[in-house]
C-alpha cells in the first residue's frame, strides 16, 4: 500500500463508524441525502440501500412534483427505490405535499406492497386513490400481518373474507375514508392489540359504535354521524372529539381521564347530562373548544360538566363571542361556590375580546375562580385579529383580577394571540 493510500486510509473515519451509529445516521436523513452518502466511499456506496425506513415526504414531492405531468416520473422513482433495496424494509411513508395531491393506483400498490410486506411494522399512506371506481381498499395491504401502525387515507375500508387481523396492530389513521359501522367493527375486532384510533374526516357511518376492550385512545373527526356508542371499549382514558361537520351525540362513554370536545352545535347536545356522573369522575384533563355561550342553559350544562369532575388538574377552555344572546343571566344555585376543583391547578382561558365582557362569559369564569383552591397558574389568552389598545386590554385584564379567587396565590397571566403571535400583557 503507498503512502498515498496509507494516508486516505487513515482518514477515512466515517467508514470505520460502528453500524449502529452509520444506521441511526442514514435513517435521520431524507431518501434524497441518504442516495447521495453512495459518494462518501466504496463502503458507503450501497449502504443507503439497506436503510429499514423509507419515507417520501414533503421534501421529496415538494422537488419531483412539476411540470403537467410529474406522476409518471415520481412513480419511477418510488419503483426503483424499492427494487435497488436490499434488506427488511421496517418504514414506509407517503405523504401527500400540501400543494400537490399524489394519487396512487391500486396497480401501483400491488406493484410496492410485496417489497415490504413481511416485515413491514409501520405503513403511511397519504395519498388520495387515482381512479374513483378504485377506491376499495386493496386486498394487498391485508398482507402486511407484522403492521404495528397503518396510516390511510382516501381508500374506502373494506374487510376481506379472508382477513384474519393485525394481530401486532396498535395505532390506526383513517383519513378521508368512507366507512360503515360493521366494517369498522370489523377491522377492530381483528386488531386485538390495537390502543389507538384516529378517524379523521371519516364519513358514511350514521351510528358509530366502537367496542375495542384494548382500546386507550380516542380521536374522532366526523362527518355525517349522528351518534357515537363507546360503552364497550372499558379501557379507554383520552378520548378527543371534534364535532363541527356533524350533529353528533355521545350515547355513552367509560370512565376516563382526558376528554377534549370542539363543536360548533352547543355542548348539551353533544354531551347529554346522564354521561356526567358516570363517565366524569376520574377526570384529569378536560378541553372544551368553541364555547358560544349564547344562552343560560348552555353555560349551566358546562358548569354541570365542571361539577361532575373532582379530580380535574388541567382545564383548557375556549370561548367564542355570544350572538343573540336572549336571556339575561340571574343569581342561580348552581353557581354558587362549592369548592368543586380541588385539584385543579392549571387554567387556559383562549377569547374572543368580544366575549370577554359578556355576562355569561363572566360568570364561567368567576365560577371557575371562586372553586379552584389549588390553583397554581392561570393564563388568558385574547384572541383578535389584529393588536388591541393598551387601554383596552388594561380594562378587561382588571375585570378578571377583581373576581374572587380560592387561590389567590396563583399566577395570573394575560396574553393577546394576533395571528398564532403571542403578547405578554401583564
Not at 193 to 213: A, H, R, T
Not at 322 to 339: W, Y
Request: glycine letters at 2%; a neutral charge.
Amino acid at each position: 500500500m503507498t503512502l498515498l493510500n496509507k494516508k486516505a486510509n487513515q482518514n477515512d473515519r466515517i467508514s470505520d463508524l460502528p453500524s449502529n451509529v452509520i444506521d441511526e445516521i442514514l435513517e435521520n436523513l431524507k431518501i434524497r441525502d441518504q442516495v447521495r452518502t453512495s459518494i462518501l466511499s466504496r463502503k458507503w456506496r450501497y449502504m443507503w440501500t439497506s436503510v429499514p425506513h423509507l419515507c417520501f415526504d414533503n421534501d421529496f414531492f415538494r422537488r419531483h412534483m412539476h411540470g403537467d405531468d410529474p406522476y409518471p416520473l415520481v412513480y419511477k422513482i418510488i419503483t426503483h427505490v424499492l427494487m435497488l433495496h436490499n434488506g427488511p424494509i421496517h418504514k414506509f411513508s407517503i405523504a401527500r405535499w400540501r400543494e400537490y395531491e399524489f394519487p396512487i393506483s391500486i396497480e401501483k400498490l400491488i406493484m410496492w406492497i410485496p417489497f415490504m410486506s413481511n416485515n413491514i411494522k409501520h405503513l403511511e399512506l397519504l395519498t388520495y386513490c387515482a381512479r374513483e371506481d378504485e377506491n376499495q381498499m386493496p386486498d394487498i395491504l391485508f398482507s402486511c400481518k407484522e403492521l404495528t401502525y397503518f396510516k390511510l387515507s382516501s381508500f374506502n375500508l373494506y374487510i376481506p373474507h379472508n382477513f384474519y387481523g393485525f394481530k401486532k396492530l396498535l395505532e390506526l389513521h383513517l383519513d378521508c375514508i368512507e366507512i360503515e359501522s360493521s366494517a369498522l367493527e370489523s377491522f377492530m375486532s381483528a386488531c386485538p392489540f390495537l390502543e389507538k384510533l384516529n378517524l379523521d374526516c371519516c364519513s358514511g357511518c350514521d351510528n358509530l359504535v366502537i367496542s375495542s376492550p384494548s382500546l386507550k385512545v380516542l380521536v374522532l373527526e366526523l362527518i355525517d354521524t349522528e351518534s357515537v356508542c363507546l360503552k364497550k371499549a372499558v379501557n379507554l382514558i383520552d378520548f378527543t372529539l371534534t364535532a363541527c361537520r356533524s350533529r353528533v351525540s355521545i350515547i355513552s362513554l367509560p370512565k376516563i381521564k382526558r376528554f377534549s370536545l370542539d363543536g360548533w352545535d352547543q355542548h348539551e347536545d353533544i354531551v347529554p347530562a346522564t354521561l356526567l356522573t358516570s363517565s366524569f369522575s376520574s377526570l384529569e384533563y378536560l378541553k372544551l373548544g368553541g364555547l358560544k355561550l349564547n344562552e343560560r342553559g348552555e353555560l349551566l350544562h358546562i358548569v354541570s360538566i365542571l361539577k361532575s369532575a373532582p379530580s380535574l388538574v388541567k382545564l383548557n377552555i375556549k370561548i367564542f363571542p355570544e350572538v343573540n344572546t336572549t336571556q339575561m343571566m340571574e343569581h342561580s344555585k348552581e353557581l354558587e361556590c362549592c369548592s368543586c376543583f380541588p385539584k385543579l391547578q392549571t387554567v387556559n382561558v383562549i377569547i374572543s375580546v368580544g366575549a370577554s365582557s359578556e355576562q355569561h362569559t363572566l360568570s364561567l369564569i368567576k365560577f371557575i375562580l371562586a372553586n379552584s383552591a389549588s390553583l397554581k397558574t392561570l393564563t388568558f389568552y385574547f384572541c383578535s385579529r389584529d393588536k388591541l389598545d393598551a387601554p383596552m386590554l388594561l380594562k378587561v385584564s382588571q375585570d378578571f383580577l377583581r373576581m374572587e379567587r380560592a387561590s389567590p396565590r396563583a399566577q395570573v397571566n394575560f396574553l393577546q394571540t394576533t395571528f398564532g403571535r403571542k403578547h405578554l400583557i401583564i
